[in-house]
């Protein structure tokens, strides 16, 4: 299993932006596909996480209300919509793959390249 994370960019405070994290490979409906950040000089932080099966969804509370995580089964996808982004929101953004939900990095077993996301204020 590859995960290719794509859709970043510059913005500007309050904009929108939707990352997609597309996987090649079969995935498994117990799988779990979480979103992590990392800024620069900080540790990779979770965002969020959907099971690939039922579509249960999980948020950190500094994303709670703003981001939605959603996932396409048919074009084996998941999506990261970022709603009223701050320049704290600031980082790069990673998709992963575990089997079980968690909210540590070491919980989850592949990765993908991450793509960078720059808000401006």
């Known amino acids: 299993v590859q995960l290719q994370a794509s859709g970043g960019g510059l913005v500007q405070a309050g904009d929108s932006l939707r990352l997609s994290c597309e996987i090649s490979?079969?995935?498994?409906?117990?799988?779990?596909m979480a979103w992590f950040r990392q800024a620069p000089g900080k540790e990779r932080e979770f965002v969020t996480a959907?099971?690939?099966?039922?579509?249960?969804?999980y948020y950190a509370d500094p994303v709670k209300g703003r981001f939605t995580i959603s996932r396409d089964k048919s074009k084996n996808t998941v999506y990261l919509q970022m709603n009223s982004l701050k320049a704290e929101d600031t980082a790069v953004y990673y998709c992963?793959?575990?089997?079980?939900?968690?909210?540590?990095?070491?919980?989850?077993?592949?990765w993908g390249q991450g793509t960078q996301v720059t808000v401006s204020s």
């Open positions: 959907i099971r690939w099966g039922v579509g249960s969804t």
């Open positions: 490979g079969r995935t498994f409906s117990s799988s779990v």
């Open positions: 992963a793959e575990g089997h079980r939900y968690g909210s540590t990095w070491n919980e989850y077993d592949r």
